[in-house]
């Protein structure tokens, strides 16, 4: 690379591994590539600033001494042609043809050798093919590089906006290629387990376990619990409940138990199935998300029964509550969940207290305000019933998302979950994704394997690979 080429621009989502990038973009339809946003005053947000900065600085000395010397100025010309052309769609030959000619880089480099370069001219030239070329987002930002006035600062807000650009014409290709690229992902993912299961026959050990363990629990009596009746009235059966269902167990019943199961895991488990090492993190990420929903559902839920239906009537309250509730459990997650519950049931009591106070409504005696708080700090307990409940509900929530669909499941949500139904939403599109990208990927495995489990006719049924 050229000692005058601009240095640092990165992108956040390049991964090395390109399994795990061909899976993410399988299943994530919103795929996007996106700057690397380095965090303010980090070492290495100052060292590249500080390089951009001597870059400039030096182009700039080169553009005003006597006479002018343009060799760093042609060789950013050079790059920012490239960029234009790279964004141009194949049938834009005129425009391909215009770039060409407006920025042949031997005439250039002649009137360069001359001294005749007209740099402001050129930089001209440029933005009114940005302001052809850009998507709507960039308008404002091009529009903003025309009033610039110095050259060097001109030529440096072009490469940056030059830089959004090629990041939207990315996405606008990952988008317009969605469906051949998933398809790779498929075979490319399959074809890379399978030539480690070549060389390792026992890789499978652990996923066969999982679903073994998977189907037993389905086999087993139904668990008594407070949240067993909500269980047995909806169109999603809980894992004992098909016990005593008619209905034998099917690939579907399994997988989706099984899929249930990974939020589960016990990190200290190491039997975590081979077919889904590559989705561990993102599986730990959902977990994560389901545990902080499941305390704030609790806290809304417990909270909702202190101030009554007037203040959980104003969608403004609520979402106030959610976002101080998410900020605080966020600013916390690396400590204890008691201190960030603590933390949570004293801020939420004082937002009760005070917009109660707003409305012009009594407040909270000592006693109940006490009584709020003790209840709240409870919900840091796994045992606490009304989080076991949500816990429970929201687990049959995802259970039915996989069935029914994301869409489906929201229009019968359980009680408690209806004040989080954004949240949700979210968290089972994500959990959706993920399991049929993994069932598309490894479904001949997983029917393998559950001909084993299953009588024939059931898994004859219903392909895996279909689902």
Known sequence: ??????????????VNDASKLSSEIGMNRDFRMEEKVLPPGSLEGRIRETMHDAFWDHLKERLSATPPDFSCALELLKEIKEILLSLLLPR?????????EALDMDLLTQEAEHGALNVPHLSKYILNMMTLLCAPVRDEAVQKLENISDPVWLLRGIFQVLGLMKMDMVNYTIQSLQPQLQEHSIQYERAKFQDLLNKQPSLLDHTARWLTRAAAQ????????????????????S????????EPLSPTMVLSQGFLNLLLWDPEDDEFPETLLTDRARLQELEAQLRQLTILASVLLVSSSFSGSVLFGSP???????????????EFKSRPEEEAVLTVSEQVAQEIHQSLK???LAALSSDNTASLIGQLQDVARKENCVRSVIDQRIHLFLKCCLVLGVQRSLLDLPGGLTLIEAELAELGQKFVSLTHHNQQVFGPYYTEILKSLLPPAQV???????L
Request: aromatic share 2%; with cysteine.
């Open 1 to 14: 690379t050229s000692s005058c080429g601009p240095r640092g621009r990165g992108l956040r989502n390049t």
């Open 358 to 360: 707003n409305m012009g």
């Open 316 to 330: 403004q309250f609520v979402d106030k509550l959610k976002r101080v509730t998410r900020a605080l459990l966020e």
């Open 92 to 100: 834009q030959n005129r425009l391909r043809s215009e770039i060409e």
């Open 218 to 237: 389905l086999s087993a009596p139904p668990p008594s619990g407070p949240d067993a009746a909500d269980a047995a009235s909806s169109p999603c059966s």
């Open 239 to 246: 894992p004992g409940e098909a016990a005593s269902s008619p």
């Open 460 to 466: 004859l049924e219903t392909e895996v690979a279909s």
